[in-house]
């Protein structure tokens, strides 16, 4: 059975907040990155960049490599691509508290 593709969010509000974290566009800023988020954050880098959008997965790998939550970025829009496919009634804080 083939998985449906994973949610995607707009890549401006992470490539701002990596260009601020790394010094973009300063020299060695690229070094920077690949120090933080590793050669598969700057590919992920590099693909947002290049098509606009990013997938839930990389925005999630990204910003734990930065200590950020997506949420800090995204706000309600990250809730609803986290939660993209959920049936309507789920509660993702049942039987947390």
């Known amino acids: 059975m083939r998985r449906p593709p994973a949610p995607v969010l707009p890549a401006a509000p992470l490539l701002a907040a990596v260009a601020r974290a790394t010094g973009a566009p300063r020299r060695g800023w690229k070094t ?4 933080r988020a590793g050669e598969a954050g700057v ?20 910003c734990d490599a930065f200590g950020w939550h997506p949420r800090e970025l995204y706000g309600d829009a990250y809730d609803r691509a986290a939660l993209a496919g959920c049936p ?5 804080w049942k039987g947390v508290a």
Not at 88 to 92: I, N
């Open 32 to 35: 920077r990155l690949r120090r």
């Open 88 to 92: 309507p009634d789920f509660d993702p």
């Open 43 to 62: 590919g992920a880098y590099r693909r947002a960049a290049r098509d606009r959008w990013v997938s839930l997965p990389a925005v999630e790998r990204l």
